[in-house]
């Protein structure tokens, strides 16, 4: 009877430590649960927290367009232009009017000049009254303007035929290679080394008295 009391009483004793162990196991479950958000060990546990409420909100460091960073370092539609505006061509004064000389049976006309900024163009014809064939080029003419400053012409700009048929006659411009001065009124011409079997005698042909319009 005594040994079955002491086994009663060993037996109430285990379970009391039992339940006690077991109080504390649930309550260091808690928590767990509480601060880590888990139940259990390892493979055992459980995750109780919402994956979404863990996750941090993320912020973007990308700056709109045209404000700072490497759009705004890029944005050029605020850029002010650091070109000079292209300034309006100068007017051309035009005079027309009969300049003549004939010498022989060559005569040379200067029929309308113009004047842009000082650049000289003259509107010339040259009538050949002869039965050969006369040649007036351009790299013997000469002018010469009231204030005696000289030129020659400009053979990228001038359009002149150049070759005259006999009993014929051209037409085209002669451009001076320099800016006439400003105090110059007036500028004589001479077509030199004309070339031809019935040429002017001296090969050249002068008109002086040329307007410049002002």
Do not use: C
Not at 67 to 72: C, P, S, V
Not at 173 to 190: R, S
């Amino acid at each position: 009877m005594d040994d079955e009391i002491q086994h009663l009483r060993k037996t109430n004793t285990v379970l009391k430590i039992s339940l006690v162990m077991l109080g504390v196991l649930v309550l260091l479950g808690v928590i767990q649960a509480v601060t880590a958000g888990t139940v259990g060990v390892g493979a055992l546990s459980v995750n109780l927290r919402d994956d979404r409420a863990q996750a941090a909100p993320t912020t973007s460091s990308e700056s709109p367009s045209g404000q700072g960073g490497l759009n705004g370092a890029l944005d050029t539609t605020t850029a002010t232009s650091s070109e000079t505006p292209t300034s309006p061509s100068a007017e051309t004064k035009v005079l027309e009017g009969s300049f003549k000389q004939s010498r022989g049976l060559l005569t040379v006309e200067v029929t309308k000049v113009e004047n842009q900024g000082g650049r000289v163009k003259l509107y010339i014809t040259a009538v050949n009254a002869s039965t050969a064939k006369m040649d007036l080029p351009l790299g013997p003419f000469k002018a010469v303007d009231d204030t005696k400053r000289e030129y020659g012409a400009s053979l990228a700009t001038s359009k002149w035929p150049v070759s005259v048929a006999k009993g014929s006659s051209i037409t085209g411009t002669v451009e001076l290679d320099q800016p006439v001065g400003k105090a110059a009124t007036k500028v004589d011409i001479a077509f030199n080394g004309i070339a031809g079997s019935l040429a002017p005698t001296g090969g050249a042909v002068a008109v002086p008295g040329i307007e410049i319009p002002r």
